[in-house]
Every structure is written in C-alpha cells, then in structure tokens.
C-alpha cells in the first residue's frame, strides 16, 4: 500500500483519497508552452515571392522588401488558458514593428485581438485567454516588415486545468 503522501510504486498500490486529491492539485494549472520556429510564419501582404528569405535552416525570416506582413498559424489545446505570448525578432524589427495573436470565428473569419506587443516584447495582458477551438481558429500577424527585419521564431506560455 502507498504511504501517505507518497504515489504508488507499482501497479497494485492503493491511494488513500489524500493522495488521489494531491495529485489532482499537482496537475492542474500546469504551465506549458507552444513554440514555433520562423518558419512557421508565411507572408500575407504583400505576395511572397521574392519578398521574403528563409534561411535553409529554418531558424529566421528576414523581410527583403518593405511593407511585408507575415503571419503563422497557431494550435493550442482545447481549454488552454493562454498567459503569455512573444515573437522574436532582431533588433532592427523590435525597434519599430509590433505582432499580434488573434482568434478569427471559424464560421465567418471575423478577427478579434487577444494579445499585441512589439517585436521581441511579450504580452502577458491576454483578452479572451481561453482557448475554444470549437469556435476560433487562431494567429499570429506582424505589422508591416521592413528590409532587413528578421523574425525568429514564436512562444505561448499557457496552462491547463485539467489532468
């Protein structure tokens, strides 16, 4: 039998329901994270082709032109409560551009704002957090790239509630 306090050691152990009711606690609110490499983001306006540069690792975007939106898709679980998100890039893009993460209604497309900052600056102030992938679809939008900006990559910070 498992001692109290502690989790079974095998398969025929018995939890007292302290234990059951521990263990619950411990899996909630778990903090996890989603991340995506540069990648990930394609260019929305203008046209790609020959705006854009990906490096043939993967691991940064830089903008060839002025005026380049990117923008990357975003899947996170059902439920997820989303508490933090950032989108890096190099100096030149955080002095000057801003990203935002927003949900669009799957029925319409209809975009709403959950989350903006500038470029390599996280926002923690998160509207409508929760995730309902029933209902949304969401994203991350750059503003306007300029020539020479680069983006790296992307992290959500988010937790669960549930086991």
Not at 28 to 41: E, G, L, Q, R, V
Not at 100 to 113: D, P, V
Not at 120 to 133: H, L, R
């Amino acid at each position: 039998m498992a001692g109290e306090g502690t989790f079974p050691k095998s398969p025929g152990d018995i939890l007292h329901s302290s234990e059951v009711n521990a263990f619950n606690e411990q899996s909630k609110n778990k903090t996890s994270y989603w991340s995506c490499p540069a990648s990930n983001f394609h260019g929305v306006n203008p046209a790609t082709a020959n705006k854009v540069l990906y490096n043939t690792s993967g691991e940064r975007i830089t903008a060839l032109s002025d005026s380049v939106n990117l923008m990357a898709p975003v899947f996170l679980p059902q439920g997820a409560i989303v508490t933090g998100v950032i989108v890096y890039g190099n100096d030149a893009a955080a002095a000057g551009e801003t990203w935002t993460m927003r949900r669009a209604l799957i029925a319409t497309g209809t975009l709403s704002s959950m989350a903006t900052a500038s470029i390599d600056s996280e926002d923690t102030s998160i509207s409508n957090a929760t995730i309902n992938n029933e209902t949304y679809m969401y994203l991350l939008l750059t503003s306007s790239l300029d020539t020479s900006d680069k983006i790296y990559g992307a992290r959500i910070t988010y937790t669960t509630n549930y086991i």
